[in-house]
């Protein structure tokens, strides 16, 4: 069906609509220390590795607290509002389980911890994840999308990315992935072995693999 060797996925607001979850951790987090959070500040943050993210609240907010302590705050109201519904983004639980019945091996690469990923992977065939607490360098960085291939045992040259953000696609697109980029909370730019879609809703397998085949941008 296609010349890719796996598919690898974004979670947050890619698989999942988590993003307005961490947003509203953030303000619970600025208003509990008597300090204000903007929607133009939680954008910075999308995609982001979560140490990064802790620590730009922690400067933004002046708060006597590590970039750890802010992360952990911060999954630990993820991790309550996910145990209690996951918000699945619309046709991408589908998608990834039509490439499954096709028996197209997919991966999560994700800079959520861990604790955030299980209760999502729990519902999905995922034969490797990695998770921004399990890595050394985060998106934008190559690692994450490299370690995802190497767990499959593939070449990440050869693997097509989905993603929702410009930290995730630039992360998949240096690790060598052809990236399929579905906005959501931010624009990501054209680039090279990239191809944007509006939504994954009636996706196909066939059609995801058609639209990255042919990238956009120079």
């Known amino acids: 069906m296609t010349d890719f060797a796996?598919?690898?996925?974004?979670?947050?607001?890619?698989?999942?609509?988590?993003?307005?979850?961490?947003?509203?951790?953030?303000?619970?987090?600025?208003?509990?220390?008597?300090?204000?959070?903007?929607?133009?500040?939680?954008?910075?943050?999308?995609?982001?590795?979560?140490?990064?993210?802790?620590?730009?609240?922690?400067?933004?907010?002046?708060?006597?607290?590590?970039?750890?302590?802010?992360?952990?705050?911060?999954?630990?109201?993820?991790?309550?509002?996910?145990?209690?519904?996951?918000?699945?983004?619309?046709?991408?639980?589908?998608?990834?389980?039509?490439?499954?019945?096709?028996?197209?091996?997919?991966?999560?690469?994700?800079?959520?911890?861990?604790?955030?990923?299980?209760?999502?992977?729990?519902?999905?065939?995922f034969q490797a994840v990695v998770t921004g607490d399990e890595v050394t360098h985060g998106k934008p960085h190559p690692e994450p999308y490299l370690r995802a291939a190497e767990l499959l045992g593939v070449d990440a040259a050869d693997c097509l990315a989905v993603e929702d953000s410009a930290t995730g696609a630039a992360s998949a697109n240096a690790a060598g992935c052809t990236v399929v980029v579905v906005p959501h909370m931010v624009p990501v730019p054209p680039a090279s072995r990239r191809v944007s879609l509006p939504s994954l809703q009636g996706l196909t397998p066939h059609a995801l693999f058609a639209a990255g085949s042919v990238p956009w941008g120079v």
């Not at 598919?7 to 300090?35: N, S």
């Not at 609240?57 to 630990?76: F, H, K, N, S």
């Open 6 to 125: 796996a598919v690898l996925w974004d979670l947050d607001g890619t698989i999942v609509d988590t993003e307005p979850i961490w947003i509203a951790a953030e303000h619970e987090l600025a208003a509990d220390h008597g300090t204000t959070w903007t929607e133009e500040d939680a954008l910075q943050l999308v995609g982001n590795a979560l140490l990064d993210s802790g620590e730009y609240i922690r400067t933004r907010l002046g708060l006597d607290l590590t970039a750890v302590q802010v992360v952990d705050y911060l999954v630990a109201r993820v991790v309550a509002a996910l145990d209690h519904d996951i918000p699945w983004r619309p046709g991408a639980r589908e998608l990834i389980d039509g490439l499954a019945d096709q028996t197209v091996p997919q991966a999560l690469v994700t800079m959520s911890y861990r604790a955030i990923a299980a209760p999502v992977v729990a519902h999905l065939p």
